[in-house]
């Protein structure tokens, strides 16, 4: 019934800034938490940045925090991973996951549902 589309992914210089979104599609889509993990290769698939479906709380990654905000917008049905100040670690296929007990932010990849493709974020230096 649900179903994420990703965009925003591409290349960016280091220091750079670029925007992901997220599109929730579906029925009950509105009621999940949303979060973003990203995988670097050869790396495990780490927990960034996440958002609970009515956009009281977020939680960062340590690794992010003061870079990366993630938002929601309802009347889009998209959330949205704004990334700043991006450094070449960050480089990484990035993916959005959506969990239905969205009331709480949860950084484990098993407590989510769906998940969308994945974007590749490449940062030159």
């Known amino acids: 019934q649900a179903q994420l589309v990703e965009s925003g992914g591409g290349l960016v210089q280091a220091g750079g800034s670029l925007r992901l979104s997220c599109k929730l599609i579906?029925?009950?889509?509105?009621?999940?938490?949303i979060s973003w993990f990203r995988q670097a290769p050869g790396k495990e698939r780490e927990f960034v940045a996440g958002?609970?479906?009515?956009?009281?709380?977020?939680l960062y990654a340590d690794l992010v925090k003061g870079r990366f905000a993630v938002t929601r917008d309802d009347a889009k049905n998209t959330v949205y991973m704004q990334m700043n100040s991006l450094k070449p670690e960050d480089a990484a296929v990035y993916y959005c996951?959506?969990?239905?007990?969205?009331?709480?932010?949860?950084?484990?990849?098993?407590?989510?549902?769906?998940w969308g493709q994945g974007t590749q974020v490449t940062v030159s230096s």
């Open positions: 579906g029925s009950l889509s509105s009621h999940f938490g």
């Open positions: 958002i609970d479906w009515n956009g009281e709380s977020t």
């Open positions: 996951a959506a969990d239905r007990n969205g009331g709480i932010v949860r950084t484990l990849p098993g407590a989510y549902d769906f």
